[in-house]
């Protein structure tokens, strides 16, 4: 089954964050900087899944209640993307991703897959064979989780929820 309509819980670098992104020679100046983010959490497809799901994981990120924590990426790798990452542990932000899939699980929210990638960002999703390279740090503090729906083949998000984190601004 090809993924249709895929839910993840992201976070999307702020203003600042993404004209650095997009100012990067290998970012993909098609895709608008709306669509750059960090997947914390893959949920499940909503194409396939009871209508009953969705509202379960709003309810269970209505009361999350978690500090907010940095991302910053200082290189530029060619995988099967192109991708902004770090070799730094990005301990906060693993530390995250466990404490909100533990909430989730305590919540009976459904997660078919309740993966939590290594933090990154696409920034161009056709590889482009340049290998990996050093930048300049690109950070921000996550202060706001969102709940996105990714519309496959349309270059699209749909946001189902935004939840500010402990200690954001």
Same mark, same amino acid.
């Given at each position: 089954?090809?993924? /249709?309509?895929?839910?993840? #819980?992201?976070?999307?670098?702020?203003?600042?964050?993404?004209?650095? +992104?997009?100012?990067?020679?290998?970012?993909?100046?098609?895709?608008?900087?709306?669509?750059?983010?960090?997947?914390?959490?893959?949920?499940?497809?909503?194409?396939?899944?009871? %209508? &009953?799901?969705?509202?379960?994981?709003? *309810?269970? =990120?209505?009361?999350?209640?978690?500090?907010?924590? %940095?991302?910053?990426?200082?290189? #530029? &790798?060619?995988?099967?993307?192109?991708?902004? /990452? $770090?070799r730094a542990?990005?301990?906060?932000?693993? *530390?995250?991703? *466990?404490?909100?899939?533990?909430?989730?699980?305590?919540?009976?929210?459904?997660?078919? =897959?309740? $993966?939590?990638?290594? %933090?990154?960002? $696409? +920034?161009?999703?056709?590889?482009? /064979?340049?290998?990996?390279q050093k +930048?300049a740090p690109?950070?921000?503090?996550?202060? &706001?989780?969102?709940?996105?729906?990714? +519309?496959?083949?349309?270059? $699209?998000?749909? &946001?189902?929820?935004?939840?500010?984190?402990?200690?954001?601004?």
């Amino acid at each position: 089954m090809r993924a /249709r309509n895929p839910l993840y #819980i992201m976070a999307k670098p702020p203003p600042e964050a993404q004209a650095q +992104i997009t100012a990067l020679a290998r970012n993909d100046p098609g895709r608008g900087a709306d669509l750059l983010h960090v997947t914390l959490v893959s949920l499940f497809d909503l194409h396939y899944a009871p %209508p &009953e799901w969705l509202p379960a994981v709003i *309810a269970a =990120l209505d009361s999350v209640d978690a500090p907010a924590f %940095p991302l910053a990426f200082d290189r #530029i &790798e060619n995988r099967k993307a192109v991708t902004l /990452r $770090t070799r730094a542990p990005l301990a906060e932000a693993r *530390a995250f991703q *466990a404490a909100l899939v533990r909430h989730l699980l305590e919540r009976k929210a459904p997660m078919m =897959l309740g $993966t939590t990638p290594e %933090p990154h960002v $696409t +920034i161009n999703y056709r590889g482009d /064979r340049l290998g990996s390279q050093k +930048i300049a740090p690109i950070g921000w503090t996550v202060e &706001e989780i969102m709940l996105v729906e990714s +519309i496959v083949g349309q270059t $699209t998000h749909v &946001e189902h929820g935004r939840w500010r984190l402990r200690g954001a601004g």
